[in-house]
């Protein structure tokens, strides 16, 4: 997924009337994370170019000292989206300067 198939999920699912700017940018703002969440979850890369790559990473199961029960106890995997950044995020601002 990349960004113009996020903005055209976002445009399909909009079914509200109009609001003020600010009520809007925060609804886009709220929808495309969601949007992002979602499209990871399923197990797809998202990818917004200049700006970075959300993906799904699956962390192993650990261990930890519970002092309640005074013994160890092994934790469920997780999974967890990981953000790498695009090496383009900052240069655009320092050709601009």
């Not at 699912?13 to 003020?20: S, V």
């Amino acid at each position: 997924m990349n960004e113009r198939d996020i903005i055209k999920n976002i445009i399909a699912n909009e079914h509200t009337e109009m609001k003020p700017v600010e009520d809007e940018f925060v609804a886009i703002g709220r929808k495309m994370f969601s949007t992002i969440a979602s499209e990871v979850q399923s197990g797809e890369t998202v990818l917004v170019k200049n700006f970075g790559t959300f993906t799904l990473k699956k962390r192993k199961p650990r261990r930890r000292f519970d002092q309640g029960l005074k013994k160890v106890v092994e934790t469920d995997p997780k999974q967890i989206i990981q953000f790498t950044q695009s090496p383009n995020v900052f240069r655009k601002n320092e050709e601009e300067e």
